[in-house]
């Protein structure tokens, strides 16, 4: 772990071992609630030494890391790979990605701004003069989740440190020495104490972060009931919650068909499917269903699945064999309620191979959960309307795609459906990182995107000047 710019052992250490063949990678120390203390005053005590640093210095520092980064590329894609087991040319997008974040941080560093208020607007307000500032919250606790955690972990702490707060990462337990290296180049950068990482259990690490009165917000990505949690026991903390998806993708009857299957292609099978904006249910116009199933188990049975370290594996193994029996159950659960297999539907240890199912209906525990897995169910719908309707037809809002030749069908479904983000012929797991990001309903509150997590990670102050 890395405390006050010291990297600190445990007496209980951790194995994480490569989901492709259970290989220890490497062990890591599991944190108990002393060294949790002691990360948080260590953060809380470099709380003045960035506070003393100009925007400038930030984000030239921020600059700093960026170019480690790059030269370390290479080398994290490989450990990223390791122990998560995503295909090596997934792990490199994803480095690309938190490059590109990074930079993103550096520059928005240098654009945190008030504004000035007319308080002669008010009956009261006559001869003042007053303008708002943007000032840092204090200490951020973030904790992050085994899918994406690198980049993940950097959309918080880069924006975090751009509006000059200190952090304390608890990364995922599975997947925490991409994250905990890459702290260390932050921390060749940034006084001791702006960046610290903590591993260990989320009921025990996480839920000390979460109730700290020295820590001043929590920036959570995860599942909708470690949210819920989290949003129980904060207190009055600022908290942002980027939660799980079960994203639609529609394919409405003028769709371009060749498109929508590589939507689906690109965004249920990614990382085995396990990703919070995956394609997890699939709803088409009854007209055109069978040319488009046709299409998509043609495409699907030529996947290449595999050793995530080779450059043309594209899809590896599940986090955990237990993961992938819980996806083998959902997919056991749904055809015994009258799912069709087109294609897949079978285990092997961690790995379950890309699944196309037809008529499933919305009722089915596939869909209605978020199911985190490689699977693609088709849901037949027979008009615009229905297509809304069961696209809306459930707890969580994050990301939905709609394919369509039709202005107007195309901008009618992103006004109806309930989601954070609505893309017209694109597949919902799309995601520049400087957009607002973030669910409705139960996929969680607050937005990440690096100019609205800024915002998110300042406090606004007015100061008012009575020049009478
Ligand atoms: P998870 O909720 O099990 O764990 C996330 C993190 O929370 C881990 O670091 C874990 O140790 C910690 N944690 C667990 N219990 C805790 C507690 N009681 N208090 C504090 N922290 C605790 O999620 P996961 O399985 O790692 O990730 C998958 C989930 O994350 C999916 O639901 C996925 O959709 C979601 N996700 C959302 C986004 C998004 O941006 N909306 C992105 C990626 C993943």
């Known amino acids: 772990m890395l405390i006050n710019g010291n990297k600190i052992a445990g007496d209980d250490l951790f194995e994480v071992k490569n989901p492709y063949n259970g290989d220890v990678v490497d062990t890591v120390p599991i944190a108990h609630l002393q060294d ?5 005053e260590s953060a809380v005590k470099a709380k003045k030494a960035i506070a003393e640093m100009s925007a400038f210095k930030v984000s030239n520092k921020l600059y700093e890391v960026y170019e480690k980064l790059k030269e370390n590329k290479k080398e994290l894609a490989k450990l990223l790979t390791l122990e998560v087991g995503k295909p090596i040319k997934e792990s490199l997008v994803e480095l690309d990605r938190s490059i590109e974040t990074l930079k993103l941080s550096a520059e928005e560093a240098k654009r945190i701004y008030g504004e000035t208020v007319p308080l002669d607007a008010g009956i009261n307000g006559k001869g003042f003069f007053a303008f708002t ?16 955690p690198l980049n993940l972990s950097i959309h918080k702490l880069a924006p975090a440190i751009a509006a000059k707060n200190t952090v304390v990462i608890k990364p995922p337990l599975d997947a925490p020495l991409t994250i905990m290296k890459f702290a260390e180049l932050v921390d060749e950068v940034f006084p001791a104490g702006v960046i610290n990482t903590v591993s260990g259990y989320g009921t025990e690490v996480g839920d000390a972060l979460v ?28 908290v942002t919650l980027e939660l799980g998806g079960n994203d639609p993708l529609v394919v409405l009857d003028d769709a371009n068909v060749d498109e929508a299957v590589l939507g689906v292609m690109r965004g ?48 590896g193994p599940l986090i955990h064999e237990s993961a992938a029996i819980m996806v083998e159950e959902a997919v056991s659960n749904a055809i015994k309620d009258g799912a069709e297999v ?6 092997d240890g961690t ?27 088709i849901i037949r719908v027979n008009s615009v309307d229905e297509a809304i309707k069961e696209a809306n037809n459930t707890d969580y ?14 901008l009618r479904c992103a006004n109806e459906i309930e989601a954070g983000t609505v893309f017209v012929n694109k597949q919902p797991t799309f995601r520049t990182d400087n957009m607002p990001f973030g669910g409705f309903k139960n996929s969680g509150t607050g937005k990440e995107g690096i100019k609205y997590a800024v915002e998110e990670m300042t406090k606004s102050k007015l100061i008012g000047l009575n020049l009478r």
């Open 342 to 347: 087109l294609c897949g539907a079978q285990r």
């Open 397 to 410: 809002g994050l990301n939905a795609g709609v394919y369509t030749e039709s202005f107007r069908n195309g």
């Open 36 to 40: 949790v203390d002691l990360a948080i």
């Open 351 to 377: 790995f379950y191979k890309p699944t196309v199912l037809d008529n499933v209906t919305s009722d089915m525990d596939l869909v209605v959960n978020e199911t985190f897995g490689p699977i693609a169910p």
């Open 211 to 238: 109730t700290s009165p020295d820590v001043d917000k929590i920036s959570f990505t995860g599942s909708v009931a470690t949210g819920l949690s989290i949003a129980n026991r904060a207190g009055m903390k600022k």
């Open 268 to 315: 249920a099978y990614l990382n085995a499917g396990q990703v919070c904006m995956g394609v997890k249910r699939v709803i088409v116009d009854n007209s055109i269903a069978d040319e488009f199933a046709e299409k998509l188990v043609k495409q699907t049975s030529k996947l290449k699945i595999g050793n995530p370290l080779d450059e043309s594996t594209d899809v």
């Open 133 to 148: 500032q943007k000032v840092p919250l204090g200490v951020v606790g973030a904790i992050t989740p085994f899918n994406y």
